[in-house]
């Protein structure tokens, strides 16, 4: 089928431009005029039609863009009809040659497979963000299978060990040095060395519980220790997770 008229698909639809088919019609009135007369039919913009204003030749056209319409094969069609001339008859027949191989089996299986490919495509790369979204979250979704100890304070070897478990390599005598690095369990030797400071404090990261036990001479002695509460678990574990994505 010789393409009398340039056929465009905008949306799965097949349109025509109003100017093309003005010229093909070769009708005596100028353009504006033509489609103004043309609309009186009853066609609705939006619809049957869509305003465009395509890029013409400077050199001919002084610069300025003239306004043009993307029209339907169904409107064309009818157009073409109403111009009562050998060319509008022309163009009707091969309007209904380009609806009739727009609605042929092969191009109806033709467009069903072109928009399944659309969607695999679509469905491929929602899968390709998940999957880096995942990714992203993996140290958060990590934390989730310890979250469940926060609910009681630990001591730092058991912080130590979840900290293992959610992909950081410390044992406990490197995270009481940590602890101690960064101000969070007082460095200086004495009875109050490993104990929380005053920031792990306010922070309530950290807390000492109290105890007594008895010696070999039988005395009563104040024991204390430094715990890890459930605030600080979420914490300090968060914190070495941010630190090893960042």
């Given amino acids: 089928m010789n393409d009398l008229i340039t056929v465009n698909y905008n949306n799965d639809r097949q349109t025509v431009l109003g100017r093309e088919l003005h010229e093909f019609l070769e009708v005596e009135s100028n353009y504006t005029t033509w489609f103004k007369r043309m609309s009186e039919y009853g066609f609705v913009e939006g619809l049957d039609f869509i305003t465009c204003l395509p890029n013409m030749e400077s ?7 003239k306004q043009d319409h993307q029209l339907t094969i169904e409107m064309a ?40 490919d659309v969607k695999i495509l679509a ?10 979204k995942i990714e992203v979250d993996k140290p958060k979704v990590l934390f989730a299978d310890s979250v469940t100890a926060a609910s009681t304070s630990i001591l730092v070897g058991d912080l130590a060990k979840l900290l293992k478990q959610n992909g950081i390599d410390i044992g ?16 200086e030797r004495g009875h109050s060395y490993n104990m929380p400071t005053q920031i792990s404090m306010d922070l309530k990261v950290m807390e000492i519980k109290e105890g007594t036990r008895i010696n070999s001479l039988g005395e009563s002695k104040i024991t204390k220790t ?19 994505s960042a």
């Fill in 172 to 187: 406990e005598i490197r995270l009481w040095k940590w602890l101690r690095d960064n101000k969070y369990a007082i460095k």
């Fill in 123 to 132: 469905y491929k790369n929602t899968v390709v963000m998940l999957e880096s």
């Fill in 59 to 65: 050199e001919i056209h002084g610069g300025q863009n």
């Fill in 77 to 116: 069609k009818e157009i073409a009809m109403i111009q009562r001339s050998d060319k509008g008859k022309e163009a009707r027949q091969y309007f209904l040659q380009v609806e009739r191989a727009w609605n042929s089996p092969e191009a109806v299986m033709a467009r069903a497979l072109k928009m399944a």
């Fill in 226 to 244: 430094t715990l890890i509460t459930g605030k600080g678990q979420v914490y300090f574990i968060n914190k070495f997770l941010a630190s090893k």
